[in-house]
């Protein structure tokens, strides 16, 4: 296990989506859930979106719900985040994260995950 890389971040105009992707060190097998989170300046950390890979359930943050979908390929090793309809308020640094077992603080708590990327600039901009 270890750190996972994404990629997928850019510069989209309000309106328009993005696909980040989320490579996991290892087999995906060796991992419970993967979760999406995002940080803008000035404010803190927070979960956009998880998957739990043992039986598929998804959460989402309010924000994103309708908006945002993730999903994973197992054969790839990889997680997404389809991002659709993005607003303004979506530009964050976008990180991906793995956890092997549940810490019990919830899919979307910072707390809950055990490795993180290095993150990737998604900028909502006309």
């Known amino acids: 296990q270890g750190q996972p890389v994404e990629s997928g971040g850019g510069l989209v105009q309000p309106g328009g989506s993005l696909r980040l992707s989320c490579a996991v060190a290892g087999s995906m097998s060796d991992y419970l859930r993967v979760g999406w989170f995002r940080q803008a300046p000035g404010k803190e950390r927070e979960g956009v979106a998880s998957?739990?890979?043992?039986?598929?359930?998804?959460y989402y943050d309010e924000s994103v719900k309708g908006r945002f979908t993730i999903s994973e390929d197992n054969a790839l090793n990889m997680a997404f985040l389809q991002m659709d309809d993005l607003k303004a308020e979506d530009t964050a640094v976008y990180y991906c994260a793995s956890e092997r077992w549940t810490s019990g603080w919830g899919p979307l708590s910072t707390r809950e995950y055990d490795y993180w990327g290095q993150g990737t600039q998604v900028t909502v901009s006309a």
């Open positions: 998957i739990t890979l043992t039986d598929g359930s998804t």
